[in-house]
């Protein structure tokens, strides 16, 4: 059985160690777009203050892994369509499955604003992003983060690090609202003042990005030199422009992980299970193992937990928000 997996993060991992521990046989191939293995993406933000790797750390597992396994492993190789039975890779090669299962994540949002796709604007999703933000950041001394969330706190912190100063914008009018309480929000708000450099706006809207910094709606310039968007991110469907799988905003999957095809499985953020895209770490783990598991003829069943705390240890905070 040919066993394909599309994706280089957690879920594809997940899915390929599966796959492998439920069948002896199966040639299992993982074709991801990114250079290196796949590796713990929330390590990322955190790298941005120093870049230096510690790879036991990083990598989810060594290159000597995918060999003992037999796991074919492509990198810088991208899926450009897929079939009912086989998928296409940027190289034109067709590569022929009985089972697939794309585990291609999401796509970090960039605000369809002017300016967006200025050079001065970043997101920050993949190994990638850090390599070109890390070296951008070098001639930097500001940055505006857009964005409070958990990852524009992260990013922000790490800037500090690297004594840049940062300004974070949030169009919310507090932080964390929806998840906190108005006095909690006040309390966590307080101590992010006490901290040099860092500056915090919430119940902002921002018109446009320049050379100069963000333009916010009633005209005021937020001034950096860098502008990163952490405004969320929306699932990858494969790159491919057409599926021949139900797609909503993501791919649409039962419990089993099962797509609308017979032969094809999704995980992950790619992933659409009832009206829930996962979005979240734990999630792609146990999904891409319930894919993997299935696509080489197992029975594994998801079982939803109801709410993942969010959780934010940026600037000392302990917060796990339910
Ligand atoms: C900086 C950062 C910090 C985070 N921190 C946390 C956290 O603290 N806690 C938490 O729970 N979650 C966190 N997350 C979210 C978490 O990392 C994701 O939910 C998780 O990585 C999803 O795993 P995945 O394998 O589904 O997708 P991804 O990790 O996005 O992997 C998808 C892979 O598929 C590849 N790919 C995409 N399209 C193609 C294609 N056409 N062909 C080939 N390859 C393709 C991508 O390059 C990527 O390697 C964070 C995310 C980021 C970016």
């Known amino acids: 059985m040919k066993i394909v997996i599309i994706g280089g993060g957690v879920a594809a991992f997940e899915a390929a160690n599966a796959a492998r521990k439920f069948s002896f046989e199966a040639e299992i191939t993982l074709v991801s777009n990114e250079e290196v293995l ?71 949002c960039r605000p369809p604003l002017p300016g967006a796709d200025n050079k001065n604007v970043f997101t920050f999703r993949t190994y990638a992003d850090l390599k070109k933000l890390d070296a951008a950041l070098k001639n930097v001394s500001s940055a505006v983060v857009i964005g409070g969330g958990v990852l524009g706190l992260e990013l922000a912190e790490s800037m500090l690090k690297r004594n840049i100063k940062v300004t974070v914008l949030e169009m919310m009018p507090r932080i964390f609202a929806g998840k906190l309480s108005e006095t909690e929000s006040a309390d966590v708000e307080a101590k ?54 139900e797609t909503g905003r993501g791919i649409i999957v039962d419990a089993m992980m099962r797509s609308s095809c017979e032969n094809i499985f999704a995980a992950g953020d790619a992933a659409q299970f009832g009206d829930r895209c996962f979005g979240l770490y734990n999630d792609a783990r146990t999904t891409g193992m ?33």
């Open 38 to 108: 796949p590796y713990r993406r929330p390590a990322l933000s955190g790298l941005l203050a120093d870049f230096k790797i510690n790879e036991k750390a990083f990598f989810i597992k060594p290159e000597s892994f995918y060999e003992e396994q037999r796991i074919t492993v492509r990198l810088n190789t991208r899926c450009t369509a897929i079939a009912a039975d086989h998928v296409i890779l940027d190289d034109a090669s067709v590569v022929p499955f009985d089972k697939l299962v794309i585990a291609t994540g999401g796509v970090a």
């Open 192 to 245: 992010l003042a006490e901290i040099p450099d860092l500056t915090l706006k919430f119940g902002v809207k921002v018109k446009e990005f320049t050379s100069a910094g963000a333009v916010l709606e009633d005209g005021t310039l937020v001034p950096g030199d860098i502008i990163i968007c952490s405004a969320g991110s929306r699932p990858a469907l494969g790159g491919s422009a057409e599926l021949p799988v």
């Open 290 to 322: 319930i894919a993997g598991t299935n696509a080489a003829g197992g029975n594994e069943i998801f079982s939803p937990v109801t709410a993942t705390p969010m959780r934010c240890f940026s600037f000392g905070l302990k917060l796990i928000m339910p």
